[in-house]
């Protein structure tokens, strides 16, 4: 069974920076067949993809809302994914998701997201006090 389990939430103020860590464990070492990403969501509203990555091909995708202020990246071995947030704004104060694809990536949805997330992390809380 893979596992996500995320670090590096907390709170800042706008205008600050934060940087998320995901670490992936998967008993085949399949990282580099995933599409994987960051999910974000606040009590009463729907999830909203945030960044993701297809290991398969290198390729991002990045929500409107966050472009030129976050980036996703993944370390050498495809089992840590990083979310680097900067220039935060209160709005972007949510839990957010570590999520995967597996055991294929099938590519991009919408703008951050990967098709078919079916596996998740447990959440982090970014906090932005204007």
């Known amino acids: 069974e893979i596992q996500l389990v995320e670090s590096g939430g907390g709170s800042v103020q706008a205008g600050g920076s934060l940087k998320l860590s995901c670490t992936a464990s998967?008993?085949?070492?399949?990282?580099?067949?995933?599409?994987m990403g960051w999910v974000r969501q606040v009590p009463g509203k729907e999830r909203e993809g945030v960044a993701a990555?297809?290991?398969?091909?290198?390729?991002?995708s990045y929500a409107d809302s966050v472009k030129g202020r976050f980036t996703i990246s993944t370390d050498n071995a495809k089992t840590i994914l990083y979310l680097q947030m900067d220039s935060l704004k209160p709005e972007d104060s949510a839990m957010y998701y570590c999520?995967?694809?597996?055991?294929?990536?099938?590519?991009?949805?919408?703008?951050?997201?990967?098709?078919?997330?079916?596996?998740w992390g447990q959440g982090t809380q970014v906090t932005v006090s204007s």
């Open positions: 999520a995967a694809a597996v055991p294929y990536s099938y590519g991009f949805g919408t703008a951050g997201n990967c098709n078919a997330f079916n596996t």
């Open positions: 990555i297809d290991h398969t091909t290198g390729r991002t």
């Open positions: 998967d008993p085949r070492g399949a990282y580099s067949r995933y599409c």
